[in-house]
T-cell receptor, first 114, second 107 residues
Framework: ETGVTQSPTHLIKTRGQQVTLRCSSQ?????VSWYQQALGQGPQFIFQ???????GRGNFPPRFSGLQFPNYSSELNVNALELDDSALYLC?????????????FGEGSRLTVL | KNEVEQSPQNLTAQEGEFITINCSYS?????LHWLQQHPGGGIVSLFM?????KKHGRLIATINIQEKHSSLHITASHPRDSAVYIC?????????WGAGTKLIIKP
């Protein structure tokens, strides 16, 4: 069991709505990365936050945004939800930006957009 | 060609068999991770390697930096080992993921 928790675990939204997903980091980890995993696919990198700043971003539009707080917990916000946003959203915390240490993943937030 | 290639994609074996999953990569890396994902989604880190070999219980992971290749071995496999095993490499700030190997161990 890791020290990373995500909430909510499941949620259903409709097209056009907005959603906020939350992630608490492993103690002592200052880096959090968010991934989107569509059903049957591998995880896709959304972005990484390091010490409250966005440190890198994958191929996701600006309606995907994030925050990292001083306690290193993090939020992923998605605006103007589309059907294709339905996926499992995973966060992973690490002790450094290059992910050279052990990674700790949350159980994920499963988002369904109707 | 993907930057991280795993083989096989699917593997079914009998309980007790020795399992090997391979991972090859074509980019420079700072570390390689072996991860396990069970149905339902949660991902667990099994190993982080930058050189050599690591062992944890029945699991062994090796990496050859010169050949850009890593293997994950499971000895005395058990049905509870059934999961998707993913190789991911650390580039700059993001992980580059392999497609995963779906392992089924039959009793």
């Amino acid at each position: 069991e890791t020290g990373v928790t995500q909430s909510p675990t499941h949620l259903i939204k409709t097209r056009g709505q907005q959603v906020t997903l939350r992630c608490s980091s492993q103690s002592g980890h200052n880096t959090v990365s968010w991934y989107q995993q569509a059903l049957g696919q591998g995880p896709q990198f959304i972005f990484q936050y390091y010490r409250e700043e966005e440190n890198g971003r994958g191929n996701f539009p600006p309606r995907f945004s994030g925050l990292q707080f001083p306690n290193y917990s993090s939020e992923l916000n998605v605006n103007a939800l589309e059907l294709d946003d339905s996926a499992l959203y995973l966060c992973a915390s690490s002790r450094d930006q290059a992910n050279t240490g052990e990674l700790f993943f949350g159980e994920g937030s499963r988002l369904t957009v109707l | 060609k993907n930057e991280v290639e795993q083989s096989p994609q699917n593997l079914t074996a009998q309980e007790g068999e020795f399992i090997t999953i391979n991972c090859s990569y074509s980019v420079g890396i700072s570390a390689l991770h072996w991860l396990q994902q069970h149905p339902g989604g949660g991902i667990v880190s099994l190993f982080m390697l930058s050189s050599g070999k690591k062992k944890h219980g029945r699991l062994i992971a090796t990496i050859n930096i010169q050949e850009k290749h890593s293997s994950l071995h499971i000895t005395a496999s058990h049905p509870r080992d059934s999961a998707v095993y993913i190789c991911a490499v650390s580039g700059n700030y993001q992980l580059i993921w392999g497609a995963g190997t779906k392992l089924i161990i039959k009793p």
